[in-house]
């Protein structure tokens, strides 16, 4: 089986280069035809001798998914559902904004966390995302694009990221890397449900990244309920997780709270977050959860939601409220359930 080209540091592509007897600086020649010319196809690299791109076709293959359906939203958030060489599906979001282009990729087909509240966890969990699934999703956003550039990602698709720690490590370090897709640490971020060993792990290898947790809740029981892993990572120990994290990290972390009917929008909720968030450095960012058929929670009305942001008016600096984009394609958060599956 060939190798993936679009898995490879920098350093690995020129070990490989100097095996076959080929000079080190071919490597940076091919890293250029494939970040900055965003070439996906050896023979078009004219400035590697014939020898070598034939080498090349024969040890390495792109394998970038298939865009099988586009649905763009009236806000201009786009949807994509792909598919890969096994013919699993997942689904990236592509996200406009007036300065910044953000893309929401995913790391897993599945999830097995099943949290209650989001349209992945209906779908049964297939496999991890390899390292160049998930770089191959940042690729096509880039041609996608075109000429807009595109500046921020964020691991908030389908799938928990931390549970498949070692690819998604692998796949930050090539988006960062200056030879690779080159993107500041501040414009990346890993979203999780709360893995706490693998929050500890992440602040351990010293990667730079932003950091956000989908709390949700800060009430362990409600938590629970919502978000079956908080039975095995209780809110005590995330939130230690998360002061740890804090003190080896170079930005503060995001709380994400996706308000829900009912459920986690009344004063109680309010000073239970507040208190969650009390000796954290963190920004909270209060999201409308969007209704997802099959699912028993409803959204709130606007009122609902203006009421619990002034309850948490307290931490004022801190909180955030941020508008789901992509609803009328159900590309909003915790609506990704790549529907063609099959
Ligand atoms: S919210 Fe995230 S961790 Fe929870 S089921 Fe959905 S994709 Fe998985």
Known sequence: ?????????????????????????????????????????????????????????????????????????????????????????????????????????????????????????????????????????????????????????VFMGMGEPLDNFDNLVKAINIMQHDLCFNFSPRRITVSTSGVVPKITDLADTGLKIKLAVSLNSANQTKREELMPISKKYPLTELKKALIDFRKKASYRITLEYVMIKDFNIGKEDANALIKFMGDI????????????????????????VERFRKLMNVQKSAVTFRRSRGEDIEAACGQLAAKNVH
């Open 1 to 153: 089986m060939t190798k993936k080209i679009l898995e490879l540091l920098p350093t690995e592509l020129t070990n490989y280069l100097i095996s076959i007897g080929e000079k080190e600086y071919r490597a940076k020649q091919i890293f250029n035809w494939i970040y900055n010319k965003r070439s996906s196809d050896f023979n078009e690299m004219t400035s590697l001798s014939e020898n070598l791109r034939e080498r090349l076709n024969s040890d390495f293959s792109f394998n970038l998914p298939i865009i099988e359906q586009k649905s763009i939203s009236q806000d201009g958030t786009t949807k994509y559902l792909l598919s890969l060489a096994d013919d699993a599906k997942i689904e990236m979001v592509l996200i406009p904004n007036e300065k910044k282009n953000t893309l929401c990729i995913s790391s897993q087909v599945g999830c097995f966390r099943k949290c209650e509240f989001c349209a992945t966890a209906t779908l049964e969990f297939t496999r991890n995302l390899e390292t160049y699934e998930i770089i191959a999703q940042v690729f096509l956003a880039i041609n996608e694009l075109k000429e807009t550039k595109l500046t921020n990602l």
């Open 281 to 304: 450095s963190c920004k909270l960012n209060l999201i409308k959860w969007n209704a997802v058929n099959g699912l028993k929670y409803e959204a709130p009305s606007g009122n609902e």
